[in-house]
């Protein structure tokens, strides 16, 4: 039994909550089903049972108060102590280490100080966890010890105790209690950076601050060099700092100063022919816009701040910004994907004077969930558990601060064993004009206040920045996991639009990678110097020593710039909505980042070297084409079951399981939504939401990503997704007319070196893909308009690399003034024309159909822009005619995938004759598996046929069957029937494969 826990004068009171007798325990029935499912284990029963430890001077009494408020009498029952009569055969306790965030603990903090009617002193401590009782008498201690690693702990972040029946009634449940000891006083380390290039690299690594040796000794060099005479009244002639190494290795890192994109590239092509490149980000993204931007006037803010802005309309303006959070999600799937969605709403509420956040979206690249764990490298974790975690932690982080998701989209390949993709993304709308100026427009003044706001500082997030800068390895920090606070988060943001409303403020940004030193090291650039007492920083527990201060990446912060004489009004308003706001310091105009903790000095760098000292990376590229094995024209297959074939794979197949978690209906704004069809249960190729609520001027949010062509060739990926993006755009109402994008590269290391042999081909692909993104971006008159890169996706374990392909996700929002006028792909009515618009090549190359049958093939999807940009403005002109009944962008799967896909969506079938299919003598094979851009399938009445055509006079069109009352969908060739699928069928195989996974 459980005996009382007596600390000091204090009583530590256990509250256990579970489910009531007679009710279901749903997180029983989870890991039940999980056992079974992913470490085939029967479990007979699982309970559960909630656990609230409070360790703070509270009488019985409050104890009592405080746990009839947190359960739910109808559900759940609760009591002081713990349940001494409980039958199973194994006892299973998970908490959170010392140091790590705990949300829930954290919202019983404010509802104990709600009961008792105080606010808890940094003494009083509130840890939750949770408890299992398994039921399995054939369970061994090392299967427990499996199903606890595997299903219900992350060790990195979590304590776990594990015992028998026997021993769990002798010992009783343990008391989680984790405390985190300050191990030594703050101080102030100087490193010794006048050591040989050995040294310099062995100070590197075991730092983890993913430096170069030539990065190592320009920092030697400023050190060593440097007769500053302000460095030498402060006695730091010859010296550096642990704080100036720490924060020049943030600030340099390849994840904060994108050193491969900025770097020097003398590439060769295919043909010999050589050209120096300079700054692939200056030279393709960043020009293409700026040349497009002379021809468009809704550019508002593009690539300098936390995203980019476009106007639209004469109220408000629209922010997007997608990041990802790769390494994190790695380690902590479901700390690293929350601190992504989070991280990426803070980019919106920094952006400008503050935007307000309308939609999240989400996507992730996985290795198969069904992967057997013997192929899965020691070391990493299951793609199942990285799924589960990398799902739960979005939805927590972002529903919980009631923003809706609008959408969501998975893809799976072998090689994302070794690092997951983790993108989360916001959309956040701002006010044209506010306090007489543009609210995109912020500006920081010497004398200007430092503030931070939202959550307190932690070893939580440290050296996240540069950790994301190297590949993932078996030394990989512990300390750079994170888990955010989604409720701290939103209160916050509250309080930073009614700050930004009262005009109360100059400036803002979020604390994301590198934490203040990030945030305040690159504000201070705005005016040219920053002062910084790091000793007033809110810290989570004491014990963090100046540097670790400076930065943290602990979650829910963000840093403003107020005016003196605002001050007192802004600290006003945090405390009276009971948001944390410190002052820091101030900025000025010294040209110095100078940080002090108390009366020490920790830091005294040029901002200029900061921001601009580190060397400029040399590299080399060279492009040769691969070639595959050609797939084969005859191949021993039924075309009915190559369909639902492909309808089952896993990019095909619904996601639904998954995404119905999600709530995409907060905040009420959805038009066309993420699903649809009469069930709403086949994923749209793109959504539509209103702005505000019952209006009609609304936006299109598309995106596209295909690993697979990049085998073949990025430029060709990067052109296809491109199309894809604009098409689905179109499939839903939207015009190309005025489209914005966002470019997310992810890639295998690029470098060459002796862990990166094929370094020079694999520069090459990213050199390719950024071409193709500046040809097609100007071909389109398509701004990109933010974006990020991630540049070292690989897993090194067991002395085997993991490279995940070339991966590039690329994003579209492009405002629609009608939403009314929106479309969606399902077949309406029986009787309706099909038309396939566009043509069809012999594109198989990298197609879902060629994997399928074990090949890659040669002959990858290309894009016609003129072409493309003819079909899509006459399609356009149809829609808004309102002249079509449903659109369809076909992608994976070809047109024989969108052939189902309208029939699964409108449960209705469908006469189809390939022979009439807009193309030039292909098999059939390539007429339906062919993943040729630029083409949409169109449903329209046959009293609009006419009309209809007229619209599309001079694109490539046909009229390729009708939809049917009927239960198949036939395909035919002329008078020969190619398959004819049952419906019914064609449902099964589209959901079965991910259905309750």
Not at 816 to 844: F, H, N, P, Q, W
Request: proline letters at 4%; a negative charge; one cysteine or more.
């Amino acid at each position: 039994m459980l005996k009382p826990i007596i600390k000091g004068n204090k009583m530590i009171y256990r509250l256990e909550i579970s489910p009531r007798k007679g009710m279901d325990d749903p997180a029983g029935h989870t890991v039940q089903r999980k056992a079974k499912s992913i470490l085939s284990y029967e479990l007979n029963k699982v309970d559960t049972a909630e656990v609230l430890t409070i360790d703070a001077n509270v009488e019985r009494k409050s104890a009592e108060e405080i746990l009839k408020e947190i359960v739910n009498p109808v559900l759940q029952q609760g009591l002081i102590g713990a349940v001494e009569q409980r039958s199973f055969d194994w006892f299973i306790a998970v908490g959170f280490l010392a140091g790590v965030t705990d949300n829930v603990s954290r919202t019983a903090r404010e509802a104990i100080r709600d009961i008792i009617g105080r606010q808890l002193t940094d003494e009083e401590k509130v840890y939750s966890s949770r408890e299992y009782f398994i039921s399995s008498k054939n369970l061994k201690k090392e299967d427990v010890e499996h199903i606890a690693k595997d299903l219900l702990a992350n060790e990195l972040i979590q304590s776990l105790t594990i015992m028998s029946f026997d021993e769990w009634k002798h010992n009783g449940s343990p008391a989680n209690t984790p405390e985190f000891v300050a191990i030594q006083e703050p101080k102030v380390d100087f490193i010794n950076i006048d050591v040989s290039d050995e040294e310099l690299m062995g100070i590197s690594n075991s730092k983890t601050l993913a430096l170069q040796l030539d990065e190592m000794q320009a920092i030697r060099d400023y050190a060593i060099n440097n007769n500053d005479a302000q460095r030498e009244e402060l006695g730091l002639i010859g010296k550096l700092t642990d704080a100036e190494l720490e924060c020049l290795a943030q600030s340099w890192s390849e994840h904060c100063s994108h050193k491969i994109f900025a770097a020097d590239i003398e590439y060769t092509d295919a043909d010999g022919n050589v050209e120096t490149i300079n700054s692939l980000y200056k030279s393709y993204i960043k020009k293409s816009t700026f040349e497009i931007g002379d021809q468009v006037d809704w550019l508002v803010s593009v690539f300098h701040d936390n995203a980019g802005v476009i106007t639209f309309n004469e109220k408000y303006d629209l922010a997007f910004k997608l990041e990802t959070h790769n390494s994190p999600s790695a380690l902590d799937p479901y700390g690293g994907a929350m601190t992504g969605i989070v991280g990426v709403n803070r980019d919106i509420m920094g952006t400008g004077t503050g935007a307000e956040m309308l939609v999240n979206v989400w996507g992730y690249c996985l290795g198969s969930p069904f992967v057997d764990e013997s192929e899965v490298p020691e070391g990493l974790l299951h793609p199942r558990r990285i799924r589960d975690g990398v799902h739960q932690g979005v939805i927590e982080g972002g529903n919980q601060s009631g923003i809706p998701y609008g959408l969501g989209w998975e893809y799976f390949d072998a090689r994302y064993i070794g690092k997951p993709l983790v993108y989360c993304g916001t959309v956040g709308i701002l006010p044209h004009k506010q306090h007489g100026k543009s609210a995109s427009l912020k500006t920081i003044e010497p004398g200007d206040v430092i503030v931070m706001v939202g959550g307190r500082i932690g070893k939580d997030g440290i050296h996240g920045a540069t950790f994301s800068s190297e590949e993932l390895h078996k030394d990989s920090p512990v300390a750079a996991v994170q888990i955010g606070d989604p409720i701290t988060q939103k209160k916050a943001a509250d309080f930073l639009y009614e700050a930004r409303d009262a005009d109360l403020y100059r400036f803002v940004t979020d604390n994301g990678a590198g934490g203040l030193s990030s945030s305040i090291g690159e504000m201070a650039t705005e005016c040219n110097g920053c002062f910084v007492d790091l000793a007033k920083a809110p810290l989570k527990y004491a014990g963090l020593q100046p540097w670790e201060i400076f930065v943290s990446e602990a979650q829910e912060r963000m840093s403003f710039a107020v005016p003196v004489e605002k001050v007192e009004a802004f600290l006003t308003l945090a405390q009276e909505r009971d948001v944390e706001a410190t002052v820091l310091g101030e900025f000025n105009d010294s040209g110095k980042c100078h940080l002090i903790y108390n009366d020490l000095t920790v830091a005294f760098l040029d901002l200029d070297f900061m921001h601009g000292g580190n060397p400029k990376l040399q590299l080399k590229a060279k492009w040769e084409a691969p070639v595959f094995e050609e797939i084969p024209e005859e191949l021993d297959s039924e075309i009915s079951d190559d369909i639902h074939e492909l309808l089952a794979s896993l990019n095909l197949c619904s996601s639904e399981y998954k995404a119905r978690q999600y709530d995409h209906e907060v905040k009420a704004l959805s038009v066309v939504k993420p699903y649809v069809g009469v069930e709403a249960d086949v994923d749209s190729d793109a959504s539509v939401f209103m702005a505000e609520p019952m209006t009609k001027e609304g936006f299109v949010l598309a995106n596209g990503v295909a690993p697979s062509y990049s085998d073949i060739d990025t430029y060709h990926m990067t052109a296809s997704i491109i199309d894809m993006c604009l098409r689905r755009t179109v499939a839903v109402g939207g015009s190309i007319d005025k489209v914005a994008g966002l470019d997310n590269f992810c890639w295998p290391d690029p470098v060459e070196s002796a862990k990166t042999p094929d370094g020079q081909y694999k520069l090459a692909q990213l050199v390719r893909s950024n071409q193709a993104l500046y040809d097609y971006c100007k071909a389109f008159t398509l701004p990109c308009i933010s974006g990020k890169d991630s540049m070292k996706n690989d897993s090194t374990r067991g002395g085997k690399k993991i490279s995940i392909p070339p991966t590039l996700l690329f994003s579209t929002i492009a405002p629609m003034m009608d939403v009314s006028k929106s479309v969606t792909l399902s077949s309406k009515r029986a009787g309706d024309y099909v038309y396939v618009i566009g043509e069809t090549l012999a594109e198989l190359g990298g197609s879902q159909y060629a994997a399928q049958k074990g090949y890659v093939g040669n002959k990858v999807p290309q894009v016609d822009a003129e072409k493309a940009k003819k079909i899509y403005k006459q399609v356009h002109q149809a829609t808004d005619a309102e002249v079509v009944h449903s659109l369809h962008a076909p992608a994976f799967g070809g047109l024989a995938a969108a052939f189902a896909r309208k029939s699964i969506a409108g449960r209705l079938g469908m006469e189809i004759d390939i022979n009439l299919i807009p193309a030039d003598d292909l098999s059939e094979t390539e007429l339906l598996f062919s993943e040729s851009n630029s083409r949409l399938v169109a449903t329209v009445a046959p009293d609009k046929a006419e009309e209809f055509e007229a619209l599309l006079e001079g694109v490539a069109f046909a009229k390729v069957g009708t939809v049917t009352l009927d239960d198949e969908l036939v395909i035919r060739q002329g008078k020969h029937i190619v398959a004819a699928l049952n419906l019914e069928n064609l449902v099964k195989s589209y959901k079965k494969t991910l259905d309750g996974v």
